[in-house]
């Protein structure tokens, strides 16, 4: 049972958190494969708006929405207009999401390619995403970069990491004072030989070179098989280079599964390294909690709102550890108490703080209930099908 | 340098090898973020087969087409003009794939699927892909599922297995007493939580009980990572077993490499083994040596021409290990020397018997040479380019 | 909350399970970079006899000791002698292990040794260890190899698979009507090129040849990376093939951590695979649930102790899973309830029922508390650490 | 066939490589479960030497022997009398390693340890290296840390983290001006958890806070399966923070394999990247090429004279990649060309090199051979058996 303490501490936390989510994550996805469609999938950034809205509704404390530049937006879309349109669903526009992998000019890189003509395109795209930035008021731009090679000998390494310094760095000059840029890495997928931005190191070291506005953006499904993710948040957190995340789980590869769906006890332990990091220095990192994940055969906004739900529950969880008692047990050198002291936070039934904390907030007790009882899915489906068979698609967009 | 008993070793071993092309290595393909389009993509299957047939007519060796149904037959195709098409350019139609995976009905699976009537459409795809086999003189039905679930709980995998025992015993009980049944593993893409046949075991069982005329088809892009593949290949012929290979090569998950890129020597430690057992047994097994690629960005005949002259190469070399001296090493447990021995096979330059057996079989020299200057390619791209246009196509189908 | 009839459920879980302990796991073990010492390891079979019984004096529920022959037993040993020291210490004798890799002459391999005297000598330790399970009235032999090689070449995998065939029959030959012996499979290590049993798949086809009273041993540690060890469990629980586990958690390597102290959800799953299969079929499989840990730092006891109190806590969260409600969602392709329905059940508090049922078996409320309160181990270090020093020992035995 | 200009670049290749030999690796070693004992394998620091002689002798350009303090030294050894003895067996003492895990006071870590007087306990061990590099007159000191933490908890990673950056800038200031401190980094073994030093990019931020004299040092077997290990190589050549190599290859973890006897390709296209980068810099890299491995079964020595001659073998390949047809190629974005430069070097056989480099060197044409017939190795296993006899010793020392 919670004590009032424990409640306390995690409704505060609760509080503390802001979780984004991905505008593309209610849009028709899928794997190589193919997709398998939904009635409900969004066609536009209208549906993405409202279905992102449904899950605040809902869940609350994700009032942000990450866009992505080309499936979002085009030329003619107006800035103040979304921002708008964001307003109205009752969240407002998060970390803008540049698209460097889309174009067929990309086929061999977008800042890491050879010919200094896709280089500038890239360029000029990242510069727009940051424009398009301070026109919907989005403090956050999100570089994901598809480059690699897929054979040994097809460029040089060297030479492509050269690119990438350069273009970062033409990058970041261009960024308000207040934005900042966040480097994602990745060690495969599209390429398979190597990705130009493999892991945080190379991250990190990108990002020092680019600038003081740009930071390490964790994906915690772009790890190898068994590396240790928190040690790498603390690590980034230590050196004040956390920008961000994209949160989803896996098994294998980049799954983009649910959130904590595989091993909750790792999603625990990034949020235990977060937290105890604030108690230790006494301030609040400024991370962006965003969502990546694909929900191929989930109903999309249902998803989302089971995602929110499990982040919420987990860090909560990862708030009652005792942070006096883990210090000390650290101190014995006393592994076993030190290792029940996360379990038991993590194994304590934090309904009680949940109930608390979404009563403040005037939240349903059951929001997936509460979401499936609405209505919205059905009519959107059949407002979506109908809408999709007027425009001649056969599928909502996105990628795959 | 060669002796001429080696080389005579390896111009026996080439003219033993039959490889097996791909139709959809000929088609655009891509990852679930995009495909980069290529003009002389192949359209529909004539084109596939006249790619096909260039491959074979530079490279040799390789006159054997595996077929998708769905991706290159449809109701009013006539399995006897397919069969003449091939044969006019210079092929003949190899295994028959079953596509069990692009039917939105497929979404929770295939054979696996919880609903009878999905399973039962299944079903009948695979009996009339076993007829299309009959009707084009194609012995092998190739069987890969891209079943399984998301997610712990979704479906029980006891009740998945049992559907599983249930299809492929239905689907064997109507080959012709020719035909032969392969059942592919992978342990996951596009199913993420757990695949149902996720490994060589659960094939091997799942072959055993749907009858003897099925057996086993290793993808090399179809392991857990650091898996032993060769042991597995040495373990299937030791239980007359293994069916036939999809090759490819990978770094990471199912990368569809070309053969040989990546780790040449695990493919020559694969091909080892298996003359390895040819010359233990004094039998030549029954394997069908089959390509599976998918070759994103490469020129896409140039890419199988590349492929199946690395096969050669590799298996020339393979050809070359002393066995005697090999299977004396063993018995002395002297390490150094048996590894030596496969080593010093690898890394023999085998260009002389490869310039006999191509002389012998009245190829070019060097094959990839040759194509590239018979103009082929730039006439497909131009034809191509112009009836996709005609067609109001964007790109060249297959997958993703 | 749990509900009266979900603690009846978990009472009824945790009186059906019996949890057996390694003899090896209270000896000082170690790494090959050495082994960091305790004084109150064990020395002698006694000391493990009498701490095993510490364990379920105050865990409950493990009155089982496997034991390893070679560490454990000698010539001399009279079993009946044993079996009557393992009662006054209120456990028993379980399962007997050979030891098929200490001696000089396994330097390569065992059973699959290229030399017939070897394997001789170790089918002899096998037929020993047989008698030495009927001497003390234990029911299962485990046999776990280390056999491999380092190096491609090394020896013939097909060979060797041939003289596992055989040694396994003969052993198979010589068990009592109602002994069982387990084969335990193993990807790596000691062996880094291949291991002969190096899968489940390969233990289950030796295992079959072998006879009807031979299974298969799911070892936690012993798989690849991302392997989904579930689904092995229940594919072998529906082939009638589950002999038994060897649990701990990893996350690299046979790291042989604490089970549940990694990823905890993964052993919950696996608990929850076979209530599952109890469930369908009435039956309850006849399991061996054994530990196969290595503590190198955490004192043994404690952390044995440590590791029944979370197999009872993850064992008891498994019986909660609604059976038939996740039927029903299964049967829905409702995929979000059905993983909603295992995660309910993985994260109840399932303090009330343990406390219930600890109650009911008269054991401490916290028994790792009332371990460290008896003085146990302060005692065991003393007399331990006087007794090595008369003995002239430096460590405790056992490996490394 | 190699033309002159291919041989006379692999012959200046070759003369440009020097390799450093482990002295560990000649004594006997083994796994967590036991060491299979070799006659022949070195007693002490002379046999190691003697040892390493003869590879020198044979295989030639290895004339550095890396040195194990406490294995190697003790306080008693004077430093010019082990430089001397060096030099009477031909060689000279290469990089210092400090021994930080054997003493029992590791057992919570040494530079990471909670404790501060066994933080001060590793760095005097690290600062009494340093000068005893100054004293034998080497320059690089070597550092591997096995600190790290087995379970989630035991300790805080950000205080170990800046408990490593205090006690590597504490060794950084007394490093003679022309010495280098190399930090090596490792995911795992033997602690399970987590490790201090886990990837190259925390060994790369550690040593640029540690000081200008330190470098990232690159173990082959460290890293996290399916990682490009060459291309780490690359980003650390271009940020000129590579400081040298453990080199070895692997199959699953840590295995210490004989060079390239696994994935040959692999470490070929290491030495492309370097040699890539002098060709395109003009410059050498100032790098270590260490061994590390551990042959627990092959004779030591001749395990090490095979992998001296495997190094150059496939140095000399390396050096043989067209570096100006490449560039074009990749100019060209032509990734056959690329790939199948890189693949015609690999696969030229160089023996025509490797003879005119060992003429002019005056070594045996088939240094193996040449070393079998010596009877070097009977007449070590005969007198150190005997000798070991007298001593009392069971095994000759080193690890496990």
Redesign the interface.
Known sequence: ?MKDADIENAVNALDSLEIEIPSWGFSD??????K??QDAAAIDLNDKLSDAGQVNRYAGNCPLVAVHVLWDFDAATRPDEVARKAMENGVRIGSINPNL??D?C???GSFGN?DPEVRQHALNHVLDSIELGKGVGSRVVTLWF?DG??????????ER??RFEEGLKAAHEKLAPDQILLVEYK????A???TDI?????S??LSRKAGPQARVLVDTGHH?????I??IV??L???GMLGGFHFND????D?D??LG??????TF?IFS?IL??QY?TGTTPDIAYMIDQSH????KV??MI?TVLTAQ?LFAKAALVDRDA??K???Q?N??D??????RA????VTPALRVWRDKRKLPGDP?QAYRESGYEAEAARERSQRRKELGLTSGGS??
Chains 1, 2, 3, 4 share one sequence.
Request: glycine share 4%; no cysteine.
């Open positions: 049972m996805t899928g794997t190589r494969f193919g398998y469609l992998f889309q067929q990309y086929k061999y050879p598809a090679t897929n054979y040994p000998g097809q460029d040089s390494i060297r990491k050269h060690p495969f997928e599209p398979f030989y190597q493999a892991d945080w190191g190379m990190y070291v190898y098989l068994s590396q240790n928190e040690q603390a690590f957190l230590d050196e896996r098994r294998y590869a799954d599964l649910t769906s595989i091993d909750p006890y790792q332990r390294e105890g990091y230790d191929n055969l989930k109903p249902q998803a089971q529950e883990l210090k047990a650290q101190k050198t592994e076993i030190a290792e029940e002291i996360l379990r993590f194994f304590t039934d997936l990628y795959a």
